[in-house]
């Protein structure tokens, strides 16, 4: 079986399978192998996001940096393990980042403006860049990936809800400002306490789905996904507050 190739054409069509429209302000989580090769690259899945949400739409994508080693530069260090596109739009021209040195996104766009608004200091919870996303109407796209996989704005609802399995930490970072100096920020995350269970945020998609609330369509190799923030936010939370182990599975 040849390994399949995704064109523009094919790009346009799927966003209209998943309800991308004009003026949408777009979190963006890919997996662009799931596409098999991509005419283009991701410079073509950028454009054709682009060309769909317009002039007056902002696509904001993961740039996050766990390890405190080299100290977290905005303007230069890449994010770890978040993919081809999230490195493509951090480095355009007029892309703007924001300074949390776990939980960072970069953006272009006229409200990626809104990333240097977030408090640094938080990586999830109220003030983060996750609460500002929900609070001015994002939505997010996985883009040729799961909820597993790509939804890290579950862990923020994960802080919010205040779940056992997760406990705050006050971790020690330090920032690279304009001048070249370093600046000493203390960053408060919410890090996993249960380590002999597995995160499956299947029941979300599962709740979603049942309210219509989420679209998803097929690509070559997997499956993407698109929702409303603030349906996912209220989804997730009402889960937990259920059940508050709902996300784990088993060892």
Do not use: N
């Amino acid at each position: 079986m040849p390994f399949p190739t995704t064109s523009a054409a094919e790009l346009r069509h799927h966003l209209d399978r998943l309800g991308i429209e004009p003026g949408d302000r777009l979190a963006v989580h890919s997996r662009l192998l799931s596409f098999g090769r991509v005419e283009g690259g991701p410079a073509l899945v950028c454009q054709v996001l682009r060309e769909r949400i317009g002039e007056s739409g902002t696509l904001i994508v993961p740039a996050y940096t766990f390890d405190p080693v080299p100290p977290f530069d905005p303007a230069h260090r890449p994010g770890e393990g978040v993919g081809a596109l999230s490195d493509h739009v951090r480095l355009l021209p007029g892309a703007i980042r924001s300074l949390c040195p776990i939980h960072s996104h970069a953006g272009i766009g006229p409200e990626a403006v809104l990333l240097r608004q977030s408090d640094p200091e938080c990586s999830l919870g109220p003030g983060s860049d996750f609460d500002l996303m929900r609070r001015h109407g994002f939505k997010v796209l996985l883009l040729g990936c799961g909820f597993s996989e790509g939804c890290a704005y579950i862990h923020h609802v994960e802080a919010v809800a205040g779940v056992p399995y997760r406990h705050w930490l006050t971790l020690a970072r330090q920032r690279v400002e304009p001048d070249g100096g370093l600046r000493p920020v203390i960053c408060r995350y919410y890090a996993r306490s249960r380590t002999d269970l597995t995160p499956d945020f299947e029941p979300v998609r599962r709740r979603l789905d049942a309210a219509g609330l989420v679209a998803s369509a097929p690509c070559p190799l997997g499956e993407s996904h698109a929702c409303r923030i603030e349906d996912l936010h209220a989804v997730t939370l009402a889960l937990l507050r259920d059940d508050p182990m709902a996300l784990m599975g088993g060892g």
